[in-house]
């Protein structure tokens, strides 16, 4: 089956997550991180839950899921370990709008979450389209052992001297031969070792030499 990849903006989207458990507060966690405003419904919650909610950080409804309580919610995961709600809530959820994750039945899921590695603005993903969680993994930490925290501080960095450097270097020609070549193992070895000043010196001197060579 062909998947189309994308990344969701969340910020202030309501999100519901069906289920109070281990699987349950991985996805809630997932989704506060991303801006989501997230809803549970569950009759208990784990302890890492539990404090979430103490904290404000999410909604809970004290209950199993019934039918006609899932109306205006951009995603919903079915998390419990009862494979027959999972499967209702889907129905109800998807009737609305909603886009749904099963955590028990990939197949019937409208989209999959896949393993990622997250450094800073980096993101990272693999998916095997929900047929094997365990390769989906071993490639994470695979790409996690590859693309280290440095790749995100070298964004950061980026980021930090977009401006001056779009000034430094006039023309679209240098700023694509600087970005093509900023990015090297020295500087990436400079932000692995927590030296950032040094990482920013050398990138503003290679902007120098790229502006004065045209």
């Known amino acids: ?10 910020t202030g989207r309501r999100c ?9 507060e991985r996805k809630v966690r997932a989704l506060l991180s991303a801006g ?15 404090e979430l909610r103490q904290a404000g950080c999410l909604v809970w409804v004290p209950r199993a899921y019934e039918s006609g309580t899932l109306d205006d919610f951009f ?13 209702q809530a889907a129905v109800e ?12 039945a990939p197949d019937l899921s409208d989209f999959y979450v896949p393993a990622h590695v997250v450094h800073g603005e980096l993101l990272l993903t693999v998916s095997t389209g929900g047929g094997s969680p365990a390769l989906a993994r071993r490639l994470k930490d695979e790409l996690a052992a590859k693309y280290g925290p440095e790749y995100g501080r070298y964004l950061a960095l980026v980021a930090k001297l977009r401006t001056e450097l779009k000034e430094r270097l006039a ?6 031969t600087f970005w093509r070549e ?17 990482a920013e010196e050398r ?7 790229t502006g004065s060579e045209s």
Do not use: H
């Open 93 to 104: 959820a998807k009737a609305t709008g909603a886009l749904v994750n099963i955590a028990d």
């Open 16 to 24: 519901a997550v069906i289920g109070g458990g281990a699987v349950a």
């Open 182 to 198: 900023a990015i090297d193992q020295e500087t990436l070895d400079l932000l692995k070792q927590g030296k950032f000043c040094e």
């Open 1 to 10: 089956m062909e998947l189309y990849p994308i990344n969701l903006k969340l």
């Open 171 to 176: 023309t679209s020609k240098e700023r694509e």
């Open 75 to 87: 995603l919903v995961f079915c998390a419990t370990n009862d494979s027959q709600i999972n499967r």
């Open 203 to 209: 990138m503003r001197n290679a902007a120098c030499g």
């Open 36 to 50: 989501a405003e997230v809803s549970v419904y569950s009759p208990e919650l784990t302890a890492g839950l539990s």
